[in-house]
Protein backbone atom coordinates (compact mmCIF):
# COMPACT_ATOMS: atom_id res chain seq x y z
CA UNK A 1 0.00 0.00 0.00
CA UNK A 2 1.96 3.14 -1.47
CA UNK A 3 1.91 6.17 0.81
CA UNK A 4 1.04 9.85 -1.32
CA UNK A 5 1.68 8.35 -4.75
CA UNK A 6 1.00 11.73 -7.32
CA UNK A 7 0.09 10.42 -10.60
CA UNK A 8 2.21 9.10 -13.31
CA UNK A 9 1.04 10.20 -17.00
CA UNK A 10 2.19 8.45 -20.10
CA UNK A 11 2.89 4.94 -18.37
CA UNK A 12 1.61 2.29 -20.80
CA UNK A 13 0.22 -0.40 -19.82
CA UNK A 14 2.71 -2.90 -20.88
CA UNK A 15 6.18 -2.41 -21.65
CA UNK A 16 9.71 -4.14 -22.56
CA UNK A 17 12.39 -2.57 -20.05
CA UNK A 18 14.73 -4.52 -21.19
CA UNK A 19 15.96 -7.98 -23.40
CA UNK A 20 14.90 -9.80 -19.97
CA UNK A 21 12.16 -7.96 -18.01
CA UNK A 22 9.23 -6.97 -19.38
CA UNK A 23 6.15 -5.45 -17.17
CA UNK A 24 2.48 -5.89 -17.62
CA UNK A 25 0.41 -3.25 -15.81
CA UNK A 26 -2.20 -4.84 -13.04
CA UNK A 27 -4.73 -2.16 -14.51
CA UNK A 28 -5.49 -1.13 -10.74
CA UNK A 29 -5.14 2.80 -10.21
CA UNK A 30 -5.65 4.64 -7.19
CA UNK A 31 -4.62 6.89 -5.30
CA UNK A 32 -2.38 4.70 -3.25
CA UNK A 33 -1.23 2.53 -6.32
CA UNK A 34 -0.58 5.47 -8.75
CA UNK A 35 -0.97 3.99 -12.14
CA UNK A 36 -1.37 0.37 -10.63
CA UNK A 37 0.99 -2.75 -9.49
CA UNK A 38 3.51 -3.50 -11.70
CA UNK A 39 4.12 -7.20 -12.22
CA UNK A 40 6.89 -8.13 -14.08
CA UNK A 41 8.31 -11.22 -16.50
CA UNK A 42 11.54 -11.95 -15.93
CA UNK A 43 13.85 -13.82 -18.44
CA UNK A 44 11.91 -13.59 -21.38
CA UNK A 45 14.76 -13.75 -23.80
CA UNK A 46 15.02 -17.38 -22.67
CA UNK A 47 13.25 -20.65 -22.03
CA UNK A 48 10.00 -20.35 -19.82
CA UNK A 49 10.16 -16.95 -17.83
CA UNK A 50 8.98 -16.17 -13.92
CA UNK A 51 6.38 -14.17 -13.36
CA UNK A 52 6.88 -11.49 -10.25
CA UNK A 53 3.51 -10.23 -8.68
CA UNK A 54 -0.04 -10.84 -10.06
CA UNK A 55 -1.76 -7.62 -9.52
CA UNK A 56 -5.11 -7.18 -7.57
CA UNK A 57 -7.25 -9.60 -9.55
CA UNK A 58 -8.94 -6.85 -12.29
CA UNK A 59 -10.16 -9.49 -14.85
CA UNK A 60 -8.93 -7.08 -17.54
CA UNK A 61 -5.43 -7.91 -16.85
CA UNK A 62 -5.51 -11.53 -17.98
CA UNK A 63 -6.92 -10.70 -21.32
CA UNK A 64 -3.75 -8.03 -20.85
CA UNK A 65 -1.50 -10.45 -19.79
CA UNK A 66 -2.37 -13.33 -22.46
CA UNK A 67 -2.12 -10.65 -25.25
CA UNK A 68 1.23 -9.44 -24.46
CA UNK A 69 2.91 -12.87 -24.62
CA UNK A 70 0.77 -13.37 -27.60
CA UNK A 71 2.55 -9.87 -29.16
CA UNK A 72 5.79 -10.35 -28.09
CA UNK A 73 6.19 -14.31 -28.33
CA UNK A 74 7.29 -14.82 -24.57
CA UNK A 75 6.38 -18.49 -23.14
CA UNK A 76 3.79 -18.88 -20.48
CA UNK A 77 5.37 -18.79 -17.01
CA UNK A 78 5.84 -21.62 -14.83
CA UNK A 79 6.43 -19.71 -11.62
CA UNK A 80 5.44 -17.20 -9.81
CA UNK A 81 7.47 -15.20 -6.85
CA UNK A 82 4.88 -13.15 -4.87
CA UNK A 83 6.72 -10.09 -2.99
CA UNK A 84 4.22 -10.00 -0.38
CA UNK A 85 0.39 -10.71 0.72
CA UNK A 86 -1.06 -7.46 -0.10
CA UNK A 87 -3.88 -7.88 -1.68
CA UNK A 88 -2.99 -5.30 -4.82
CA UNK A 89 0.17 -7.88 -5.23
CA UNK A 90 -1.28 -11.31 -4.73
CA UNK A 91 -5.00 -10.85 -5.63
CA UNK A 92 -4.11 -12.14 -9.08
CA UNK A 93 -2.87 -15.04 -7.83
CA UNK A 94 -5.94 -17.05 -8.07
CA UNK A 95 -7.12 -16.02 -11.54
CA UNK A 96 -3.57 -16.87 -13.41
CA UNK A 97 -3.61 -20.54 -11.56
CA UNK A 98 -7.14 -20.71 -12.99
CA UNK A 99 -5.71 -20.26 -16.40
CA UNK A 100 -2.37 -21.83 -15.76
CA UNK A 101 -3.09 -24.90 -13.68
CA UNK A 102 0.63 -25.76 -13.67
CA UNK A 103 1.41 -22.10 -12.46
CA UNK A 104 3.91 -22.87 -8.99
CA UNK A 105 3.46 -20.00 -6.99
CA UNK A 106 6.33 -18.94 -4.40
CA UNK A 107 6.19 -16.73 -1.29
CA UNK A 108 7.87 -16.52 1.83
CA UNK A 109 5.21 -17.39 4.29
CA UNK A 110 2.68 -15.49 6.21
CA UNK A 111 0.23 -18.13 8.50
CA UNK A 112 -3.02 -16.53 8.87
CA UNK A 113 -2.79 -14.25 6.02
CA UNK A 114 -1.88 -16.64 3.14
CA UNK A 115 -5.06 -18.41 3.67
CA UNK A 116 -7.21 -15.78 2.31
CA UNK A 117 -5.77 -16.56 -1.51
CA UNK A 118 -6.16 -20.24 -1.84
CA UNK A 119 -4.06 -21.72 -4.16
CA UNK A 120 -0.57 -23.74 -3.19
CA UNK A 121 2.53 -21.56 -2.26
CA UNK A 122 5.87 -23.14 -2.29
CA UNK A 123 8.00 -21.04 0.54
CA UNK A 124 10.36 -18.92 0.18
CA UNK A 125 13.33 -17.63 2.67
CA UNK A 126 15.96 -15.34 2.62
CA UNK A 127 18.61 -16.00 0.38
CA UNK A 128 17.11 -18.66 -1.65
CA UNK A 129 17.63 -18.23 -5.26
CA UNK A 130 15.06 -19.37 -8.24
CA UNK A 131 17.01 -20.09 -11.88
CA UNK A 132 16.21 -20.01 -15.71
CA UNK A 133 17.77 -19.60 -18.43
CA UNK A 134 19.47 -16.74 -18.90
CA UNK A 135 18.30 -15.86 -14.86
CA UNK A 136 19.20 -16.04 -11.49
CA UNK A 137 16.75 -14.33 -8.76
CA UNK A 138 18.11 -14.21 -5.10
CA UNK A 139 15.12 -13.51 -2.44
CA UNK A 140 16.01 -10.90 0.02
CA UNK A 141 13.83 -10.40 3.08
CA UNK A 142 12.78 -7.40 3.49
CA UNK A 143 10.43 -6.70 6.57
CA UNK A 144 9.05 -3.22 7.51
CA UNK A 145 6.22 -2.61 4.96
CA UNK A 146 4.91 -6.10 5.51
CA UNK A 147 6.49 -8.94 7.58
CA UNK A 148 6.44 -11.44 4.89
CA UNK A 149 7.97 -9.08 2.03
CA UNK A 150 10.58 -9.94 -0.06
CA UNK A 151 12.15 -8.20 -2.37
CA UNK A 152 14.08 -10.01 -5.39
CA UNK A 153 17.79 -9.51 -6.90
CA UNK A 154 18.49 -10.50 -10.68
CA UNK A 155 21.64 -10.89 -10.07
CA UNK A 156 22.74 -10.43 -14.53
CA UNK A 157 20.87 -6.85 -14.31
CA UNK A 158 22.31 -5.96 -11.03
CA UNK A 159 18.65 -5.14 -10.35
CA UNK A 160 16.11 -5.43 -7.53
CA UNK A 161 12.51 -5.79 -7.56
CA UNK A 162 11.06 -4.15 -4.47
CA UNK A 163 7.51 -4.45 -4.38
CA UNK A 164 6.39 -1.68 -1.86
CA UNK A 165 9.75 -0.92 -0.12
CA UNK A 166 10.78 1.47 -2.78
CA UNK A 167 8.42 2.58 -5.06
CA UNK A 168 8.60 4.87 -8.42
CA UNK A 169 6.95 7.75 -7.41
CA UNK A 170 6.21 8.46 -3.55
CA UNK A 171 6.74 6.87 0.16
CA UNK A 172 5.59 3.70 1.47
CA UNK A 173 2.97 3.46 4.02
CA UNK A 174 4.06 1.75 7.22
CA UNK A 175 1.12 0.07 8.29
CA UNK A 176 -0.29 -1.04 11.63
CA UNK A 177 -1.26 -4.98 10.57
CA UNK A 178 2.62 -6.57 9.78
CA UNK A 179 4.18 -3.28 9.33
CA UNK A 180 7.28 -1.95 11.67
CA UNK A 181 9.20 0.77 11.25
CA UNK A 182 12.61 0.03 12.77
CA UNK A 183 12.43 -3.21 10.53
CA UNK A 184 11.82 -1.08 7.66
CA UNK A 185 14.85 1.76 8.37
CA UNK A 186 16.94 -2.09 8.78
CA UNK A 187 15.41 -3.05 5.22
CA UNK A 188 16.64 0.22 3.58
CA UNK A 189 20.37 -0.36 5.07
CA UNK A 190 20.50 -3.67 4.30
CA UNK A 191 19.28 -2.56 0.40
CA UNK A 192 22.26 -0.08 0.59
CA UNK A 193 25.10 -2.70 0.76
CA UNK A 194 23.59 -4.26 -2.07
CA UNK A 195 25.27 -3.58 -5.82
CA UNK A 196 22.55 -2.50 -7.84
CA UNK A 197 22.35 -0.70 -10.55
CA UNK A 198 18.45 -0.70 -11.18
CA UNK A 199 15.09 -0.91 -9.08
CA UNK A 200 11.81 -2.30 -10.64
CA UNK A 201 9.41 -1.11 -8.14
CA UNK A 202 6.05 -2.54 -7.45
CA UNK A 203 4.68 0.71 -8.23
CA UNK A 204 5.69 3.22 -11.10
CA UNK A 205 8.68 3.38 -13.10
CA UNK A 206 12.04 1.92 -12.85
CA UNK A 207 14.64 3.80 -10.54
CA UNK A 208 18.12 3.82 -12.51
CA UNK A 209 20.00 5.79 -9.42
CA UNK A 210 19.06 3.37 -6.85
CA UNK A 211 21.62 4.02 -3.73
CA UNK A 212 20.39 7.50 -4.61
CA UNK A 213 16.78 6.57 -4.09
CA UNK A 214 17.69 4.47 -0.93
CA UNK A 215 19.19 7.54 0.82
CA UNK A 216 16.31 9.79 0.04
CA UNK A 217 14.02 6.78 1.64
CA UNK A 218 16.32 7.06 5.06
CA UNK A 219 16.13 10.54 4.75
CA UNK A 220 12.92 11.27 4.40
CA UNK A 221 11.81 8.99 7.44
CA UNK A 222 14.43 10.84 9.42
CA UNK A 223 12.61 13.98 8.75
CA UNK A 224 9.34 12.71 9.49
CA UNK A 225 10.52 11.89 12.87
CA UNK A 226 11.72 14.92 13.45
CA UNK A 227 8.68 16.49 12.13
CA UNK A 228 6.50 14.05 14.57
CA UNK A 229 9.18 15.06 18.12
CA UNK A 230 8.95 18.94 17.33
CA UNK A 231 5.35 18.54 17.53
CA UNK A 232 5.09 16.72 20.95
CA UNK A 233 7.75 19.65 21.62
CA UNK A 234 4.68 21.61 22.03
CA UNK A 235 2.39 19.59 24.04
CA UNK A 236 0.50 16.30 24.48
CA UNK A 237 -0.71 15.11 21.09
CA UNK A 238 -2.90 12.17 18.85
CA UNK A 239 -1.83 10.95 15.66
CA UNK A 240 -5.01 12.53 13.86
CA UNK A 241 -3.41 16.05 15.45
CA UNK A 242 0.20 15.37 14.28
CA UNK A 243 -1.67 14.03 11.10
CA UNK A 244 -3.12 17.40 10.58
CA UNK A 245 -0.35 19.42 10.99
CA UNK A 246 2.94 17.60 9.39
CA UNK A 247 0.52 16.28 6.12
CA UNK A 248 -1.47 20.08 6.15
CA UNK A 249 -0.40 20.35 2.67
CA UNK A 250 -1.48 16.85 1.28
CA UNK A 251 -5.18 16.00 0.39
CA UNK A 252 -7.51 15.05 3.66
CA UNK A 253 -8.57 11.87 2.01
CA UNK A 254 -4.81 10.62 1.97
CA UNK A 255 -4.14 11.30 6.18
CA UNK A 256 -5.66 7.76 7.13
CA UNK A 257 -2.61 5.93 5.11
CA UNK A 258 -0.41 8.71 6.64
CA UNK A 259 -1.94 8.21 10.09
CA UNK A 260 -0.70 4.62 10.18
CA UNK A 261 2.83 5.97 9.44
CA UNK A 262 3.08 8.47 11.66
CA UNK A 263 1.75 5.69 14.81
CA UNK A 264 4.49 3.16 13.56
CA UNK A 265 6.44 6.41 14.03
CA UNK A 266 5.49 6.88 17.63
CA UNK A 267 5.43 2.82 18.46
CA UNK A 268 9.34 2.79 17.44
CA UNK A 269 10.15 6.13 19.63
CA UNK A 270 7.71 4.21 22.44
CA UNK A 271 10.17 1.27 22.63
CA UNK A 272 13.06 2.98 22.05
CA UNK A 273 12.04 5.12 25.43
CA UNK A 274 11.66 8.70 24.02
CA UNK A 275 8.33 8.81 23.78
CA UNK A 276 4.83 7.59 26.05
CA UNK A 277 1.16 7.25 25.26
CA UNK A 278 -1.86 6.30 27.38
CA UNK A 279 -4.85 4.15 27.08
CA UNK A 280 -7.09 6.27 25.16
CA UNK A 281 -9.30 6.85 22.23
CA UNK A 282 -7.14 8.18 20.47
CA UNK A 283 -4.36 7.42 22.22
CA UNK A 284 -2.51 10.83 23.48
CA UNK A 285 1.24 10.49 23.19
CA UNK A 286 4.03 12.76 24.86
CA UNK A 287 7.78 12.99 25.29
CA UNK A 288 9.79 11.36 27.80
CA UNK A 289 12.87 13.32 29.55
CA UNK A 290 15.53 13.54 27.35
CA UNK A 291 12.97 11.86 24.75
CA UNK A 292 13.66 14.28 21.71
CA UNK A 293 17.76 14.21 22.01
CA UNK A 294 18.34 12.17 18.69
CA UNK A 295 15.88 13.71 16.71
CA UNK A 296 16.53 17.37 16.90
CA UNK A 297 19.73 16.43 14.47
CA UNK A 298 17.81 14.38 11.99
CA UNK A 299 17.85 15.57 8.75
CA UNK A 300 15.09 17.37 7.15
CA UNK A 301 14.70 16.12 3.34
CA UNK A 302 12.80 15.59 0.75
Known sequence: MPDLLTDVHDFPPTAILTDRVHRVLGLNPSAFTGPGTNTYLVGVGGGEPVLIDTGAGVPAYLELFQRHLGETGVSVPRRCLLTH??????????????LYPELEVYKHPW?????????????????????GEGYTL?????????QDHLC????????LFTGDVILGVGTTVIPLDGGDLGDYLDT????????????????????DAPQEKIAEYLEHRLMREAQIVEELQSGVKTVPEI???IYRSYPAHLHGAAGQSVFSHLLKLEREGRVSGDEGDPPRFQLTDGGDGGARNAGRGA
Open 85 to 98: VHPDHIGGVAGLRE
Open 111 to 131: PGKDERFPVPMRPLADGDTIE
Open 138 to 146: RAVHTPGHA
Open 152 to 159: YYLEEERA
Open 188 to 207: LRRLQTLDLARIYPGHGPPI
Open 243 to 245: VAS
